[in-house]
């Protein structure tokens, strides 16, 4: 059996009015739930706003105390704990410095070397105490007396000023305390240019070339007539004839002649003479 349907016709007036008439009477509880709902989206608002930090924390920055900076509250909520570990700075037991100790070379730097000068006083641009001065003297006046016949002898036999011969034995071996003195019995630096030596014959003291042999005598006196014999050769004889009391025109002139590069070493033989008295040696 078939339905007949009935349209329905849908009044808008009617509806306005009735819907007018239901708010009426039930306004106070529309204004309350617009009131619930303006309050849960401010809420919302200004929690989505604090969270990703646009505004200060009211409470945090009221509880600092009076007279201090305030401080950033914000907080950002991308930051992660595993951030937070990668970016922390690692702590590391600080590594000890190693205490850095002289180098064997360096350690050894006056006992490599054929000669030094720390037992001379030289008078002219050094400031020295009377008791390091006093212990020095006592050195160079101990090496005077242990060598003063041997070169007394060579000046007899060459012409030579014990004095010259002595003021240089004193500077050469740093009054008799070098290793080229102690070990090689070589009182004047005397070098080896041989090409072919014995064994024995010289000794490498600074490892550079083999202009840093030095000779070795198997006694003191030995360095002393090598010394003689040098300065009677072609190089320094011309000397001779300044007679041996004059010790300071030969000082002058192996410094001319080139027995040593030190621009003052005259001025020292002169000096060391002078305050040890060495010219005496040279009257006989």
């Known amino acids: 059996m078939l339905q007949r349907f009935i349209p329905l016709t849908f009044d808008k007036q009617q509806v306005f009015t009735q819907t007018s008439e239901w708010a009426k009477r039930n306004w106070i509880k529309m204004f309350g739930l617009v009131l619930i709902a303006y309050v849960l989206v401010h809420k919302d608002l200004n929690l989505q706003l604090n969270l990703n930090g646009t505004t200060p924390n009211a409470y945090q920055a009221s509880a600092l105390p009076l007279g201090e900076p305030s401080m950033p509250t914000a ?149 002393y007539r090598a010394h003689s014999q040098l300065l009677m050769g072609k190089r320094y004889r011309h000397l001779k004839k300044l007679g041996s009391e004059n010790y300071k025109d030969w000082a002058r002139g192996l410094k001319k002649a080139g027995y040593a590069t030190d621009k003052r070493y005259a001025e020292k033989l002169i000096n060391i003479i002078d305050e040890l008295k060495l010219y005496q040696f040279d009257n006989e």
């Open 75 to 223: 907080m950002n909520t991308s930051y992660s704990y595993a951030e937070e570990e990668k970016t922390k700075p690692t702590e590391t037991t600080p590594k000890r410095k190693k205490k850095k100790t002289p180098s064997s070379s360096k350690k050894n730097k006056d006992d490599n070397i054929s000669n030094t000068y720390s037992n001379m006083t030289y008078s002219f641009g050094k400031n020295e105490s009377g008791k390091s001065k006093t212990s020095k003297r006592k050195k160079q006046e101990a090496y005077v007396n242990r060598f003063v016949d041997v070169a007394q002898k060579e000046m007899r036999k060459y012409g030579i000023p014990a004095s010259i011969t002595l003021a240089q034995g004193l500077i050469e071996t740093n009054a008799g305390d070098s290793r080229l003195a102690k070990q090689n019995n070589n009182h004047f630096g005397m070098k080896c240019f041989s090409k072919k030596c014995g064994k024995g014959h010289c000794a490498n003291f600074t490892d550079d070339s083999h202009k840093d042999f030095f000779r070795k005598y198997k006694s003191s006196w030995e360095s």
